[in-house]
């Protein structure tokens, strides 16, 4: 992986803790009963960051392919993230148990966060 390609971790990392924080504000996230969309898509997110923060810094500015690897799986999921906060066709709500015909709006704060994963 060329340095030019290389991703700044502690930078996506706060944006994504910022994404998880957005996430834990959202009101259909709140118990007794979560939202299953809501609460798939914060588990997905915070998933996503506890792998991120597993990464050797160092491990992964060498160019260690596993770890640049595990770097790039992240940055797909994070790239998901932002499709799937942005679907109003019901596909994330049917595959999560919601309702297809009421998909979930995640406001614009989270979709906000979820766009500033994916920002150069």
Known sequence: MATANKINLESTEAKMKELIE????H??????TPHPTVFFMFDFVKNSYNTLQQVDAAKYAS?????CKVVNDVIGRNQFTGLLV?????KLAAMTGGDPSN?????????????GLNAA
């Open 27 to 32: 009101p259909q996230l709140q118990a007794p």
């Open 103 to 115: 998909p979930v709006d995640f406001g614009a704060n989270i979709k906000a966060k979820a766009r």
């Open 86 to 90: 942005t679907d109003m066709s019901g």
């Open 22 to 25: 957005a996430f834990e504000a």
């Open 63 to 67: 160019g260690d392919s596993q770890t």
